[in-house]
């Protein structure tokens, strides 16, 4: 009866890239938003988006990656949630850690990136706008899958 009844909601799948330099030094993945973006322009995020219909999360992600940074990552923890309020309501979404090998290919949706020192995360992005809620998810899935 329910399935009578279905409405679309809006969900979100996004990812932290992690990326290994060598020598214990583990880098994270920051974006700069393009400034024409809806929700949070010009500001640092990971890498994120709509969640399609009948694709799994893990899938998900890895896609879009690929689409919107020509990366190619692998996940590597179970999702943390989180939320922001859109113009129709709360979104809700999960985030993922992700490995990676590679460089980002940037597109329209940033203008800048940047691989940031875990141990630095903090000093590097606070004074440069960062979506918020975001770097405490990217410490809490770095410290609960032993990167840090």
Same mark, same amino acid.
């Given at each position: ?7 679309q909601?809006? #969900?979100? $799948?996004?990812g932290v ?5 060598g020598n *214990?030094? +583990?880098?994270l993945l920051?974006?700069? =938003?393009s400034?024409?973006?809806?929700y949070?322009?010009g500001m ?6 709509r969640l ?10 890895k ?9 190619? #990552?692998? $996940?590597?923890?179970t ?6 309020? *859109?113009? +129709?309501?709360?979104?809700?979404g999960? =985030?993922?850690?992700?490995r ?15 691989w940031?020192?875990?141990n630095n ?19 809490r899935?770095?410290?609960t899958?032993?990167?840090i």
């Amino acid at each position: 009866m329910n399935e009578d009844y279905r409405t679309q909601h809006e #969900v979100h $799948v996004a990812g932290v890239a992690l990326r290994n330099f060598g020598n *214990g030094v +583990k880098k994270l993945l920051l974006c700069k =938003r393009s400034n024409n973006k809806i929700y949070f322009p010009g500001m640092w995020e990971c890498c994120g988006g709509r969640l399609p219909n009948g694709m799994s999360f893990e899938n998900s992600v890895k896609e879009i990656f690929r689409k919107e940074l020509g990366m190619s #990552v692998d $996940v590597m923890s179970t999702p943390v949630t989180y939320w922001f309020i *859109g113009s +129709k309501g709360v979104i809700p979404g999960v =985030r993922f850690l992700c490995r990676t090998e590679d460089d980002p290919v940037l597109g329209e949706d940033h203008t800048v990136y940047k691989w940031v020192d875990i141990n630095n995360l903090h000093t590097t992005v606070l004074n440069d706008g960062i979506i918020p809620g975001l770097l405490v998810q990217m410490y809490r899935l770095a410290h609960t899958n032993g990167v840090i």
